[in-house]
């Protein structure tokens, strides 16, 4: 028994109509449309749902302004959710009924937000990736590597809060879920993965020394490091603003890059993380920019020159002098 990842997220967002242009540019489709809910899918069948902060039966805020309301995440089975249910029945804010498309169970996390969990909704998808050429291991021959036009998102692969109290998250999710450490930041933050075995973490957690409480990001897992790319110059060409890259985190190997989301916090496409086992031991990091990144472009890349921007681009062979 364990928790498969993230099935649904919901914001609240007092930008309605732009967060629909943001996330059907940012490659998702839109499902189903309200008069205060939009709900988008990734292409494995995630749910991305936004609605207005004033919607009745939205979970409470942990902050205010835009943010993310609620998670919730899948399960195998019925007789997991039976099981769950009775290792939180006694927690705050205990829920367990039916939603459109069946039963869900939740509670409220040591962070005030609400945690739900239901029998995942996501369906498996077939997708070409790219093939990557070492020195030991030529596995892409006669074959160019991908140009992505713009992205496509595969799911929601983690979320990152900033918590008044990073252990008491950890304990929580751990002995509520099973959630499994795969690396920390000392008395300041967690990298928490649903299980043994699987992508270097679906959740982190950062504890601030002011105690903020809040979204950080929400991480869209896509194909391949081309994938980023294509997707951050597509978005870059929207006019949506980077935060942070691309670039490469040295703790779980991906490469990201970051943009400012009107909806709440920041929201990063993301590749290639490390794929972990039980016989992982979770290290111990200090923070610091080297730890966070180890390469990042700052500012971005302008979506049409393929430059830093504000970097000139002449279209010429770098190697022509004036």
């Known amino acids: 028994m364990s928790v498969l990842g993230i099935d649904q997220i919901t914001y609240g967002t007092d930008e309605l109509a732009t967060s629909r242009r943001f996330f059907q540019d940012w490659g998702l489709t839109l499902a189903h449309e309200g008069a205060d809910e939009l709900v988008f899918e990734s292409l494995n069948g995630c749910r991305i749902v936004v609605a207005a902060m004033d919607k009745p039966g939205l979970p409470p805020a942990i902050e205010d302004g835009p943010t993310l ?22 927690d705050a804010g205990f829920v367990d009924g039916e ?21 995942s909704r996501k369906k498996a998808v077939d ?7 070492t020195w030991a291991d030529k ?9 992505y036009e713009r992205a496509r ?14 252990k008491a998250c950890e304990a929580f999710y751990a002995s509520r879920f099973g959630f499994v450490a795969s690396d920390r930041y000392p008395g300041r933050g967690a990298f928490l993965r649903c299980a043994d075995i699987g992508g270097h973490h679906d959740l982190f957690l950062l504890q601030l020394p002011t105690g903020k409480r809040g979204i950080n990001h929400v991480a869209f897992t896509v194909r391949d490091i081309h994938e980023v790319f294509g997707g951050g110059l597509h978005f870059s060409r929207c006019g949506w603003e980077t935060q942070l890259g691309p670039g490469r985190h040295p703790i779980s ?3 990201f890059w970051y943009f400012k989301n009107p909806a709440g916090g920041l929201i990063e496409y993301y590749a290639d993380e490390d794929q972990l086992t039980a016989e992982w031991a979770a290290r111990d990091f200090e923070p610091g920019p080297t730890v966070f990144a180890e390469w990042a472009v700052d500012g971005g890349l302008d979506g049409h ?12 062979f770098l190697t022509e002098k004036k």
């Open 69 to 90: 309301r609620e998670v919730v995440w899948g399960v195998e089975s019925a007789a997991d959710l039976d099981r769950y249910a009775d290792a939180i029945r006694g």
């Open 99 to 119: 939603v459109a498309g069946g039963r869900r169970i939740g509670c409220t996390d040591p962070n005030g937000l609400a945690v739900r969990l239901q029998v």
């Open 127 to 133: 997708i070409d990736c790219a093939r990557m050429n």
């Open 139 to 147: 596995a892409r021959v006669n074959q160019p590597s991908p140009i």
């Open 153 to 166: 998102p595969v799911e929601v692969g983690h979320v990152v809060f900033f918590v008044a109290d990073v």
């Open 253 to 255: 190997s991906a490469y």
């Open 305 to 316: 020159t393929r430059r830093q921007k504000g970097t000139e681009a002449s279209g010429k």
